[in-house]
């Protein structure tokens, strides 16, 4: 037990309540699949229930409320907020709250799930020690009508579509204990730990190619098992950005639902890290690496350093200007002055993939690639 857990008191109802659930998913869940077997109905309800509680946590409760990475449609906002609450992990007032504190303060005693608290004090701990009332809610969230009524019916709401939901579906299809017990507390268990994970796993194993000034790591296996939250170095890098995966192929299914639902507007103002920005993160750290690891790697290391965020400027630069082109220009001068504004911005980019290519090689040379995701 950690010095932090010894000076707080245990909160009784979280620790039955955490206690307990397992206790029924493994033994009520047990014997009913011994005793009547593993309906079709259960498997269904299971991962069905899995992927609206896990999605109304990530793209809903995390990084809409918590984040503001994006604007929704209100029927899609009572969606989040209602099977939220069906995961059982409070009000989306007060995890959203408690988030925003864990990355302003992270790594910190002000940090509600420090990691260097520990991994079990980060995983589940802080919530078997609870002192939520010292942390006053944000303004924006206290104003969110949506948010507030969640607030206060989230007990009866997470009863209703955490239990009563699969059930009856269950029991439509004939099999509402099945519905019960896998779609309601197998699930509830299983979606707990992997929502955790992000929380503990995600500040413990992976590559921090973005920044060093925090715990947080980037891993595709840490990402599969938290529902795509797990490129966290690029999370706490930057919040704001609607995406964790920045990659097409980056494993994160809340980007790619954000992104599904914002062509039928269902979501829109999708904030996204300008591209020029990410690259100089990455190749800071890259520089950082090579020359905490060799002190100096020689004259062209640095100067190929200096060429490359002096390219970086003018990639910048040259993709606004082709940009504020197209919103400027006339219909009869659109063909001829953006076009050419397109023609730089191209060539601009293909200068700076050459030099890019030329400083990978001599990253590689130095030996500093481990740690640093190369995308």
């Known amino acids: 037990m950690s010095i932090?857990?010894?000076?707080?008191?245990?909160?009784?109802?979280?620790?039955?309540f955490f206690i307990g659930t397992p206790l029924i998913a493994v033994l009520g869940g047990g014997y009913y699949g011994w005793s009547h077997g593993i309906t079709w109905v259960a498997v269904m309800l299971f991962f069905g229930m899995l992927t609206l509680t896990l999605m109304s946590i990530s793209a809903g409760y995390h990084r809409l409320f918590a984040h503001r990475t994006h604007e929704a449609a209100p029927w899609l906002k009572v969606?989040?907020?209602?099977f939220g609450a069906a995961a059982f992990q409070h009000s989306c007032l007060r995890w959203a709250t408690e988030h925003r504190l864990h990355h302003r303060f992270v790594d910190t005693d002000a940090d509600p799930y420090n990691i260097k608290a520990g991994p079990f004090w980060a995983h589940i701990g802080w919530i078997l020690y609870d002192d939520f009332q010292e942390r006053p809610a944000p303004k924006d969230l206290l104003e969110d009508p949506l948010v507030m009524w969640q607030a206060r019916y989230w007990v009866p709401l997470g009863i209703?579509?955490?239990?009563?939901f699969p059930m009856a579906i269950g029991a439509y299809f004939g099999d509402a204990w099945g519905g019960l017990l896998f779609g309601g507390f197998v699930r509830l268990v299983v979606a707990h730990h992997l929502t955790f994970m992000i929380n503990s796993l995600a500040h413990m194993i992976g590559s921090q190619p973005y920044t060093d000034e925090n715990t947080g790591r980037d891993s595709w296996i840490t990402a599969i098992f938290t529902f795509g939250e797990g490129y966290h170095n690029f999370h706490h890098w930057n919040p704001g950005d609607y995406r964790n995966g920045i990659r097409f192929y980056h494993w994160d299914p809340p980007k790619w639902f954000i992104r599904t639902m914002s062509w039928f507007g269902q979501t829109w103002a999708c904030k996204r890290a300008p591209e020029e920005a990410i690259l100089r993160a990455r190749i800071k750290m890259e520089h950082q690496r090579v020359r905490s690891r060799h002190g100096s790697f020689g004259e062209k290391f640095d100067e190929l350093f200096e060429n490359l965020m002096h390219e970086i400027d003018r990639l910048s630069k040259r993709r606004q200007a082709w940009i504020e082109g197209m919103r400027s220009s006339s219909a009869d001068r659109i063909e001829t002055e953006v076009a050419k504004l397109r023609e730089t911005y191209i060539e601009t980019k293909r200068q700076y993939r050459q030099s890019y290519r030329a400083w990978r090689g001599l990253v590689r040379q130095a030996g500093a690639s481990s740690g640093v995701v190369s995308q």
């Not at 857990?5 to 245990?10: E, S």
């Open 4 to 16: 932090r857990m010894m000076t707080k008191k245990v909160n009784p109802l979280n620790t039955v």
């Open 79 to 82: 969606c989040y907020l209602i």
């Open 160 to 164: 209703l579509f955490c239990f009563g």
